[in-house]
Each structure stands twice: as structure tokens, then as C-alpha cells.
């Protein structure tokens, strides 16, 4: 600061300031470089420091201007330093960075000293400063390095090696231990020794035991309890266990035996031979076998001379059940009973007077064969069905029929008959298939007829012709006078094709569904017939959208790609020109009945029908209708086309 004030004072008659960046500054050079300067400018002169230097004196004044620099406060633990990273900068006060000690430069003997016979490590599991590691009783240093001790005992290594030898096991010294295939280790008290098994049993050397046939004896199985044997009842290979005896086996000794028959078959103990004592229940006596002459019973079985089997000797004979003995024509039957004391009259064969004899099953016939049922068998009588042949129905003879006599609740009249002749309501026929009833579970409509299958313990029915002459397949709505509705797909792959035919239509927009129709394209078909309208032909053509893409119908090929147009897209246009109907979407599954099953059961009865808030939407596009409009565009293209020649010259 004195040569400062020097150079200041000896160039105080200078008239011009000029600074050079040549070095050291001097008296000489600061005279010869300010010019022009007033002196009293330079004795009032202002310093300015880094904020981290203090400064005093500042601004000068007087003859001896006097500036003191001094040191800034610091916050602790801060370095004065250049920036922590990056490009170079001026140097600043900051926390002092890993950066800042270059690799390698504390050295071992800068750190401080540790425990002899320590390492420097942190074992708490997570980052730490390094603290001081003693050595477990398995670890030790041998000079400079870091080795594990030898291991004792009944495993043997060297020290610093893992390199193990089993010498003992338990304590007990190994003697003769040489790998002989088939050897076992056995202790002889004193010491192991690898020795051969003999005896019952002997071990190959992939470890297979092997018992010797017949070495096990009785007195080796382990006890069986009392009255038991060992066997294996579970119908597949298992280890044996015990089995009890069923109550018609008993222990003689050492014998298994059955007991003996009762009731009204006997036999003695451990005996096959039997003797028909009694017949259900009831005691058989006077049994002598008299030919042809069947048992009877009142109130023990005998061999009456009513009721009996007659079969002669002679070739051609016939066998015979004969009703009774006497001789002559009555009302006679041969009847088989049921129940308690044959309370039940099951059927039978029945004769009256001139009648050669009926057949009867169920009922007391009145025709040469009846069958009929009042209880729920769901395969023949359900719902009182009655079979008959030679009989007469309606007011005619009927060769054969099937007929539902009814109830209230299922319908009347329901009949199959062959050989007709006239039956309610008037049909005349050599023969017939009829249900003439009221179909109660399903009440949409009357069926003269209906078709049913049998499975999995209940009807279904699967088709109707109904009365008003309709046909319905998988649905019960009546499709009207010579209708067909058929609730699935058609198939016709036997169908023949010709190039006149008039185009077919699928109406989804119809009630019920479906409606198939003749498009037709004659005059006579039509009315206020005149020229399209270039404008309409034009307004399609222009702003019909043709589109590429792949369809998600499960009948069309998902590999391939199609072309065509969208049918909302078109509607847009000209709705005209679109196919309208219900989708899917507008369908749903409605319960119109429950059909009541033989077994007591409910079978509901569902119908696909069309939501009531369904709409008709854009469902298809009339592509043949396109045609008179591509050739109204195509017309006024050649029109103009030919304009534009003729303006050429062509």
C-alpha cells in the first residue's frame, strides 16, 4: 500500500488517464500512461473487492489516500476453492466434495492406527463410516494375509485350505471305509467299517434291496387284530391292510367259512347247497312236482290243479296258461297283479263271452289290445296317453291309436291314429297324425300339432303346425296361413343354381324376422316410372365412401379381405339405398311359459323376441339398385366426352 500511495502521489500534475495491460504498474508508467487527469480525481478514488474480502478507506480523500483490504466472515466448514465441478471459474467459499481429494492421496499411514489383529470394515448392512472388524475363532492372519483356520473334529482339513477329510462320524473312528459296490457302514463299537450285507437281504450297488423269497415269515408281519385278514380292498395296487369279516363269514379255527342260509332260501354252514324253503316269505309244502302244475298259494304254497302250465311232449305242442279248469265259456283272465297282496291290477288277459281274448295293460280292455296310464311316466303314460288297437274313435274304426284321454292342464284329444276312418274334429283319412288340443304351457296359440324329443329327463318341443296352418321350427310364434318361421339357420347345400333367376331378400326388418322375399325388377312391379334424376345419381356416386376390410362374421373366411360399403354410410347419403332392420343387439331371450316336468320339476320356456325400444337401423346396402346410378354417371361421362371431341376437332 506505500508504493500505492507513491506512485499516486507523483503523477498528481497528470492531465490523462490511459491503462495498458503491460505488467507491473510503476511510478514511471502510470505518469507516462494518464494524461489529462485532475488531480483531485485521483486522491478521491473508490475500491471494490469480492464479496468475500472487507475493504476500508473506501472511498480515498486527502493528500495520502489510505485503502485497507481485509477477510470476510466464512461459515463453517466451507473451503475457498474453484467450483465443485465443471469448467473453471472464479473461486468461492463451499463444502468441501469427494472430488476435491484426488484418488490415492491418503495413504495407509495417514490413517489413524487400529487394534492389532483388526480390519477396517462396516458390518451393520448399510452405508457407514468404516469401523474396526475383530477376527472370528475360524479366521486368522498368518503375516500378512487373511486365511481360515484348520478344521478338527470329524471332518479334517489343513489350515487356509477347504480340502476335507472325513475321518470320524458321531465321534467314532472310520476303519476300512474302501467303496465296495453293495457295502453298507456299520459300527463295530469301536470303530465304522465298510462291510457286505448277507442274509434275507441283499443291496446292489445302485442302491436296490432285494428280499430273498420266503424270508419273511409269519411271525415277522406285525400283529393282526382279532377276527381280521390282510388283503388289499381297494380295486387297484396298494400296500395290504386289514379286512373285516361281512356278516355272512365266520372263523372255524383256522378256517374261513360262510355262515348259514335262512329265510326262504337255507343251506347249512359252509355248505352250497341250498333248499327253497319258502317263496316270499310264504313256507313251500305239498311240493311234490307235479307235471305241468304251477305253485299256488293260500296260505302256504301247494301244487293246486287250477292255475297251471300245460306244455305236452309231443313235436308241436303248445304251452298253455290256463285261467281255470273247467270246461266251457266265461269271463276268464289271467291277470297280474301288484302291491300289497297283489292289491294293484298291473294288466292282463282277458276273455268275455264269444271274445277270443284282449290284451290289457293298465285298464280292463275294451279292444283287442289297451294300454293306459293315469300316473307320470315320462316315456309312455305321462298325461294319461292311451294305446289301443282294433278300436273305435270318434264314430269310426281305427286300426290303431295313441291318445291323450287329457286333463285340464295339458289339453284333450291328442292323438295318433292309423287305419282312420273319422275321428273329432272331422278328418277323412287312411290314415292319421293329429294332436287336436289347446296347448296350455305354451298359450301363444293353438297347435293341431307338435313335435317333441325326449332328453335328459324332459320334453322339448321343436316344431308346431299350428292351427291356423303354419309352420313353426325352434319357435312358438305362429307365422300365419301357410307360413314357415324357422328360429335358426337353413341350409341347402344340394341347392341348384340358375343365371334367370329373380334376386332373393332376407327382411330383418320384419315382424316376426326374417321375411324372405322375390326382388323383382318388371314394369308391372312399378309405378310413376320416369328418368333418374342425374343429381341423385350424381350425389351418390360423389360421396360414397368404398372401403377395404375384414369381416367379423363366424361364417366368413377371417383371412380374407373384402370390398364394399358401409351400410350407415350409404343411409347418409340416400336411405334408399340401404337395407333397414333389427340387429342383434335389438333381440333378447324372453321366458313365455314353464312346462312342468313328470318329476315335479320346472322347465322354463324361453323365446327369442325383439326389444320393445329396438329400432331399425342400416343393416345392408342395395348394391343391385347401384347399378342405375353408376350408369347415369357413366352416360354423363361419355356425354361430356364427346362434348370435348367435337370441341377438338375429333
Given at each position: ?6 506512485q ?17 504498474i510503476?511510478?514511471?508508467?502510470v ?12 486522491k478521491?478514488?473508490?475500491?471494490v473487492?469480492?464479496?468475500?474480502l472487507?475493504?476500508?478507506?473506501s472511498?480515498t480523500?486527502?493528500?495520502?489516500p ?12 466451507l473451503i ?11 473461486w468461492s ?9 484426488p484418488?490415492?492421496?491418503v495413504t495407509y499411514?495417514?490413517?489413524q492406527?487400529?487394534?492389532?489383529s483388526?480390519l477396517i ?7 457407514a ?6 477376527l ?6 498368518s ?7 484348520a478344521?478338527?473334529g ?5 489350515a ?7 475321518t ?15 457295502n453298507?457302514l ?7 467299517a465298510?462291510v457286505?450285507?448277507?442274509g ?10 432285494t428280499?430273498?423269497?420266503g424270508a419273511?415269515s ?8 382279532a ?11 396298494a400296500a395290504?391292510?386289514e ?11 383256522s378256517?374261513l ?8 332260501v337255507?343251506?347249512?354252514?359252509n ?5 327253497v324253503?319258502?317263496?316270499?316269505g310264504?313256507?313251500?309244502s305239498?311240493?311234490?312236482?307235479t307235471?305241468?302244475?304251477?305253485f299256488?298259494g293260500?296260505?302256504?304254497i301247494t ?21 281255470t279248469?273247467?270246461v266251457g ?7 297280474f297283479t301288484?302291491?300289497t297282496?297283489?292289491?294293484v291290477?298291473?294288466?292282463g ?9 284282449r290284451?290289457?295293460?293298465g ?5 283287442s ?6 300316473g307320470s ?5 305321462q ?5 289301443s288297437?282294433?278300436a ?5 274304426s281305427?286300426?290303431m ?16 291314429q ?6 273329432t ?7 292319421a297324425l ?19 324329443t325326449?332328453a335328459a ?9 299350428t ?27 344340394n ?7 329373380a334376386n ?7 315382424s ?8 323383382t325388377?318388371?314394369l308391372?312391379y ?11 345419381a ?19 373366411n377371417?383371412?380374407?379381405?373384402w ?6 354410410d350409404?343411409?347418409a347419403?340416400d336411405?334408399?339405398?340401404a337395407?333397414w ?5 335389438d333381440?333378447e ?6 312346462r ?5 320339476g320346472?322347465?322354463p ?9 329396438a329400432?331399425l337401423?342400416?343393416?345392408?346396402v342395395?348394391y343391385?339398385r347401384l ?12 356425354a361430356r ?7 377438338l376437332?375429333?
Amino acid at each position: 500500500m506505500t508504493t500505492l500511495r507513491t506512485q499516486l502521489g507523483t503523477i498528481e500534475s497528470a492531465r490523462r488517464v490511459r491503462v495498458e495491460p503491460t505488467g507491473g504498474i510503476t511510478a514511471t508508467d502510470v505518469q507516462k500512461a494518464l494524461e489529462g487527469v485532475d488531480a483531485a480525481t485521483l486522491k478521491n478514488l473508490t475500491l471494490v473487492v469480492p464479496s468475500e474480502l472487507t475493504v476500508a478507506g473506501s472511498p480515498t480523500s486527502g493528500n495520502v489516500p489510505i485503502v485497507t483490504v481485509g477477510k470476510g466472515n466464512v461459515a463453517a466448514n466451507l473451503i475457498a476453492a474453484g467450483p465443485a465441478s465443471g469448467a473453471a471459474a472464479a473461486w468461492s467459499f463451499r463444502p468441501m466434495v469427494a472430488a476435491d481429494i484426488p484418488a490415492g492421496i491418503v495413504t495407509y499411514a495417514k490413517i489413524q492406527n487400529e487394534g492389532a489383529s483388526t480390519l477396517i470394515g462396516n458390518p451393520t448392512g448399510a452405508p457407514a463410516a468404516p469401523s474396526e472388524i475383530t477376527l472370528g475363532a475360524t479366521l486368522a492372519f498368518s503375516g500378512t494375509s487373511l486365511r481360515t483356520a484348520a478344521l478338527t473334529g470329524d471332518v479334517t482339513s489343513g489350515a487356509n485350505s477347504f480340502a476335507t477329510t472325513v475321518t470320524k462320524i458321531n465321534g467314532t473312528t472310520l476303519g476300512s471305509t474302501t467303496a465296495t459296490a453293495g457295502n453298507l457302514l456299520v459300527g463295530s463299537g469301536a470303530q465304522w467299517a465298510s462291510v457286505a450285507m448277507s442274509g434275507d437281504a441283499a443291496l446292489s450297488s445302485a442302491g436296490l434291496l432285494t428280499i430273498a423269497a420266503g424270508a419273511i415269515s409269519y411271525a415277522k408281519i406285525q400283529n393282526v387284530a382279532a377276527l381280521r385278514l390282510i388283503g388289499n380292498s381297494t380295486g387297484a395296487p396298494a400296500a395290504p391292510s386289514e379286512i373285516t369279516l361281512g356278516a355272512a363269514l365266520t372263523f372255524a379255527g383256522s378256517a374261513l367259512q360262510t355262515l348259514a342260509h335262512t329265510g326262504d332260501v337255507t343251506t347249512p354252514a359252509n355248505s352250497l347247497v341250498t333248499t327253497v324253503a319258502a317263496i316270499a316269505g310264504t313256507a313251500v309244502s305239498g311240493t311234490t312236482g307235479t307235471t305241468n302244475v304251477v305253485f299256488s298259494g293260500s296260505p302256504t304254497i301247494t301244487t293246486p290243479s287250477i292255475a297251471r302250465i300245460n306244455g305236452g311232449s309231443a313235436a308241436g305242442s303248445t304251452l298253455e296258461l290256463r285261467a281255470t279248469t273247467g270246461v266251457g265259456i266265461g269271463a276268464e283272465a289271467v291277470t297280474f297283479t301288484g302291491g300289497t297282496n297283489g292289491g294293484v291290477t298291473l294288466g292282463g288277459f282277458y276273455s268275455n263271452v264269444g271274445v277270443q281274448g284282449r290284451l290289457g295293460v293298465g285298464t280292463v280292455p275294451t279292444c283287442s289290445a289297451e294300454i293306459s296310464g293315469s300316473g307320470s311316466d315320462p316315456l309312455l303314460d305321462q298325461y294319461r296317453a292311451t294305446v289301443s288297437a282294433h278300436a273305435t274313435n270318434g264314430g269310426g274304426s281305427v286300426g290303431m291309436a295313441f291318445a291323450n284321454l287329457g286333463v285340464a292342464s295339458v289339453g284333450t284329444a291328442a292323438v295318433i291314429q292309423f287305419g282312420l276312418n273319422n275321428i273329432t274334429p272331422s278328418f277323412r283319412s287312411g290314415a292319421a297324425l293329429v294332436a287336436s288340443t289347446q296347448d296350455t304351457a305354451v298359450a301363444t296359440f293353438s297347435a293341431d300339432f307338435a313335435i317333441q324329443t325326449y332328453a335328459a329327463g324332459t320334453f322339448a318341443t321343436r316344431a308346431y303346425v299350428t292351427k291356423t296352418g303354419g309352420v313353426a321350427i325352434g319357435a312358438t310364434t305362429d307365422p300365419g296361413i301357410g307360413g314357415l318361421l324357422v328360429n335358426a339357420q337353413i341350409f341347402g347345400p344340394n341347392i341348384s343354381t340358375t343365371a334367370s333367376a329373380a334376386n332373393a331378400f332376407i327382411n330383418t326388418g320384419s315382424s316376426p324376422a326374417g321375411q324372405l322375399l322375390r326382388s323383382t325388377s318388371s314394369l308391372i312391379y312399378k309405378r310413376d316410372v320416369e328418368p333418374l334424376d342425374s343429381g341423385f345419381a350424381l350425389k351418390v356416386l360423389n360421396n360414397a365412401r368404398p372401403i377395404f376390410y375384414r369381416s367379423k362374421c363366424a361364417t366368413d373366411n377371417p383371412a380374407w379381405s373384402w370390398y364394399g360399403l358401409g351400410a350407415e354410410d350409404v343411409a347418409a347419403i340416400d336411405p334408399r339405398l340401404a337395407h333397414w332392420g333389427y340387429q342383434d343387439d335389438d333381440f333378447e331371450d324372453v321366458q313365455v311359459a314353464t312346462r312342468t316336468l313328470p318329476d315335479g320339476g320346472a322347465d322354463p320356456i324361453f323365446e327369442r323376441r325383439r326389444k320393445a325400444d329396438a329400432v331399425l337401423k342400416p343393416d345392408g346396402v342395395q348394391y343391385e339398385r347401384l347399378t342405375a346410378h353408376l350408369i347415369v354417371g357413366w352416360q354423363l361421362h361419355e356425354a361430356r366426352l364427346a362434348g370435348l371431341e367435337a370441341r377438338l376437332g375429333h
